[in-house]
């Protein structure tokens, strides 16, 4: 069997005429924000790029069919699906396979959305935050599938750093031990998703330009290419300061401990409790931070065509 990618007409076009895309995941519309406003946030996302001379190719799967940007047609497939509480599927890089043969529909993370990104041809990928090290991974060993991407994949990735419920200094620790370059933009401190620092440090870089001739340079040196994680700090005015966040971080993880929520339902849950606790600061947060990365993302994509 053949992986079949259904590219939407612009995405299409975007390609045979060499013009800037830039892939985003489906998992935030899915899974990480409420609907109806998901519906409305992904237009609000998928404008931005457009405003910014880059195609939004935003990935999902629906009924077995892997969509490289998604048409009219697919958006009303998905709010027909999210309408009438369908439960759709959460799809990390393992998921791809059966997905596809079972006619699965859901939401890809970054690891899928890598993999099916890197198949289209497409180099760039703006999202909200990485998985990663979850806290007490030694007692359960949960590791996102991320990391493995990230390890493998070669895509320029661009991110507030990683999710804030997890163990940042264990994440950066597998990133540099599969020897991925984590670039700070316009900082030298890796961001914690709703906070602009978790105080480790990281190398910095100024420009699209800069990360374009990293990127370039791993490719020619590497015997097996790597992504490359951009880390976009949220902008000041939206920050929640890491101290108050990790209260709320700490009292959700004991919350899901309580009630043995694990695996793909763990981060979810964990977001739906901060939401709730934050009274809808950490959604704004959120949304923010989404928005920032794809104007980063935007930069680069163009600087590499």
Not at 39 to 62: M, S, Y
Not at 280 to 299: D, E, H, M, T
Request: charged fraction near 25%.
């Amino acid at each position: 069997m053949h992986l079949i990618l259904h590219f939407s007409p612009r995405i299409k076009q975007a390609l045979d005429k060499g013009k800037p895309i830039l892939a985003m995941e489906s998992t935030v519309l899915t899974h990480g924000l409420p609907y109806p406003e998901n519906l409305e946030i992904l237009k609000i996302l998928e404008e931005l790029c457009l405003e910014l001379e880059v195609e939004p190719a935003t990935i999902i799967i629906l009924d077995g069919k892997i969509h490289i940007g998604m048409t009219e047609t697919e958006k009303a497939i998905l709010q027909h699906k999210m309408g009438s509480g369908k439960e759709l599927c959460k799809f990390n890089l393992r998921d791809v396979p059966y997905a596809v043969t079972q006619k699965k529909s859901g939401g890809t993370t970054v690891s899928a959305t890598m993999l099916l990104a890197y198949k289209a041809g497409i180099k760039v990928f703006a999202t909200g935050g990485i998985g990663g090290v979850h806290k007490f991974w030694n007692e359960t060993l949960d590791i996102s599938s991320d990391l493995k991407a990230l390890a493998e994949i070669p895509i320029i990735v661009i991110s507030a750093g990683c999710k804030a419920i997890l163990d940042i200094p264990a994440t950066l620790e597998f990133l540099e031990s599969y020897s991925v370059p984590v670039l700070g933009w316009k900082t030298d401190e890796f961001p914690a998703f709703y906070s602009r620092t978790s105080r480790k440090k990281i190398d910095r870089i100024e420009n699209a330009k800069d990360v374009v001739k990293i990127y370039q340079a791993m490719l020619k040196l590497y015997l097996y290419p790597t992504g490359i994680l951009v880390a976009n700090p949220v902008p000041e005015k939206d920050e929640i300061p890491f101290e108050v966040i990790n209260k709320h971080i700490s009292a959700a993880i004991a919350a899901a401990k309580a009630k043995n929520i694990s695996g793909k339902e763990l981060t979810p849950f964990l977001l739906a409790n901060l939401a709730e606790k934050t009274k809808g600061q950490s959604v704004q947060s959120n949304l923010a931070l989404l928005k920032n990365n794809i104007i980063i993302g935007a930069q680069i994509a163009k600087e590499l065509q």
